[in-house]
């Protein structure tokens, strides 16, 4: 019994970082991520899925939090309950663009853009790999990821920031 827990301790270190990074890309704010990672390792604890790879494991993983994000996002409360806002802790200070401007950029996006950005630019995948963990063609990856190169551009010209 130990053992399984010791297991089960370990998966959840080397997913927790991945897991909550993608949780705030997706709800774009730090208490909608926490109820995300959280609902992500409770399914992981009560499920106790069998991974055949680390590969297998990862994605697990990306697909649970986005369908968790996504469920969060279409819920019926959040629909109808308005967001405070909130200083967002990543530090994009060595970019080219404002750390404000592309924070606020980014938070304008479609969800699914700031999603497929975050798992390409940040967990670094290739396209083959979000296409994989996204269940997506890998050419909708690639047309997702131009798309939203094109709108944060848009959206960083509208606002002056480059």
């Not at 705030?24 to 604890?45: K, M, P, S």
């Not at 996504?70 to 200083?87: G, I, P, Q, V």
């Not at 404002?98 to 940040?122: P, T």
């Not at 979000?130 to 960083?156: C, E, F, G, H, Y």
């Amino acid at each position: 019994m130990d053992r399984i827990r010791d297991d089960q301790t370990l998966v959840i270190e080397r997913n927790q970082n991945m897991v909550y990074r993608l949780a705030r890309a997706g709800t774009g704010n730090r208490h909608d991520a926490d109820d995300v990672f959280q609902e992500v390792f409770l399914r992981y604890i009560r499920k106790k899925p069998v991974f055949e790879s680390p590969e297998h494991e990862r994605n697990w993983f990306l697909r649970v939090t986005v369908n968790c994000t996504h469920t969060l996002m279409a819920s019926f409360w959040k629909n109808r309950t308005e967001e405070l806002s909130e200083d967002l802790a990543e530090d994009f200070d060595d970019l080219p663009v404002d750390a404000d401007d592309l924070r606020s950029a980014l938070e304008k996006l479609d969800r699914r853009y700031r999603v497929v950005l975050h798992l390409f630019y940040y967990e670094e995948l290739s396209a083959r790999e979000i296409a994989d963990a996204l269940r997506l063609r890998k050419s909708n990856v690639r047309m997702l990821l131009t798309r939203a190169r094109r709108a944060l551009k848009t959206i960083l010209e509208k606002e002056n920031a480059i």
